[in-house]
């Protein structure tokens, strides 16, 4: 069964060719608007929305290109349903549900989240459930069970600011260029985190809460740079970026460890820490993932860089699954911005 994965839920349009029956990537193919709203400090949804339109179909015959294939050689469609901008969801979903009346293929809605964490099965030597799945972008901070496929249960959001979102806001305050997450990355390398004493919030919570909060990190950075005065250069504006990075990073370990402790109370043998999203590509983040993965004695796993962030295949894989369930969306189909996993 060849599947055919469409995601456009924010600032990337990606479609992807997946062999659910030999369980390969054939081809994937992305466009980033990154150097658009680049200029905007952040994403802007209507020009999000515009450029998918002119960008989406492009996309896709240049999947299929590379997959050596063409759309009559397609079993079955996927399409981000939610949670994303309505706008930029509408333009994947409409597409999909034309080419499934025009071709008469089956088409089943997939959440993007469930795309993360599916998105490790890309890998040869993908884990079996059950699994602690951390999602870590710029729209979502999540940490999930993934107790079989298709079978989720949330431990925790975050409450307000997505650590990926942070990182931006943090980064326009700081003047780096956007997407701030890797140029503060890079700043950190050479900072000293201790420099600065940022809070963690919500260190005080019960033992099985899970949620994540970064506005208030965001905040007390802004008042670091108004009582020092301005945006610090050189070593001090390192020492800066790797004080908020540490702090994320403390936040993220904290729920980690807390859930990895609570999650092999309920099975007995968790195969992996799964991590995924595009934040789960920063440097700092890995090296904890890696660490808190070795004290409990299981292993980290994560997609390359190229498939942690927004893409096609982890649509078309969390499909395929679906739709080999026998699973099959109706002609109603319709965007949800908000859909939780």
């Given at each position: ?52 339109l ?44 034309s ?7 089956p ?26 799945g ?36 943090v ?28 809070p ?28 020092r ?9 390192s ?39 595009g ?6 983040i ?11 004695g ?12 927004d ?31």
């Amino acid at each position: 069964m060849l599947v055919l994965g469409i995601e456009t839920s924010c600032d990337e349009t990606g479609v992807a060719v997946y062999d659910g029956t030999a369980g390969g990537l054939l081809a994937h193919a992305v466009h980033s608007q990154v150097a658009m709203h680049e200029a905007y400090g952040g994403v802007v949804p209507e020009l999000a929305s515009r450029d998918h339109l002119q960008r989406a179909l492009p996309v896709l015959d240049e999947a299929l290109r590379r997959a050596g294939c063409t759309l009559g050689d397609v079993d079955g469609l996927s399409v981000t349903r939610g949670p994303g901008l309505v706008g930029a969801l509408l333009v994947g979903v409409q597409i999909a549900k034309s080419l499934s009346a025009a071709l008469r293929l089956p088409l089943v809605g997939v959440n993007h989240l469930e795309g993360h964490l599916l998105a490790v099965l890309l890998e040869e030597s993908a884990p079996a459930p059950p699994w602690l799945g951390l999602v870590v972008s710029g729209g979502h901070t999540s940490l999930y069970e993934v107790r079989a496929l298709g079978r989720y249960r949330a431990l925790g959001h975050t409450l307000d600011d997505a650590a990926g979102e942070a990182f931006d806001k943090v980064a326009k305050l700081l003047g780096l260029p956007y997407p701030g997450g890797a140029q503060i990355d890079r700043l950190a390398r050479g900072g000293d985190p201790r420099a600065v004493d940022f809070p963690r919030a919500l260190a005080k919570r019960p033992r099985d809460e899970f949620d994540f909060s970064f506005s208030g990190l965001k905040t007390a950075l802004l008042q670091h740079l108004r009582q020092r005065g301005g945006v610090p250069q050189g070593q001090e504006l390192s020492d800066l970026c790797a004080s908020f990075q540490e702090a994320v990073v403390d936040v993220i370990a904290d729920r980690l460890r807390a859930g990895l402790r609570l999650f092999r109370e309920r099975f007995d043998n968790p195969t992996a820490l799964v991590a995924a999203g595009g934040v789960a590509a920063n440097e700092a983040i890995r090296k904890v993932l890696h660490r808190i993965a070795f004290e409990v004695g299981t292993v980290l796993v994560a997609p390359p860089a190229e498939l942690c962030t927004d893409n096609g295949a982890m649509i078309a894989v969390a499909g395929a699954h679906r739709l080999a369930r026998g699973e099959r969306a109706s002609a109603d189909l319709a965007a949800d911005p908000g859909w939780r996993l």
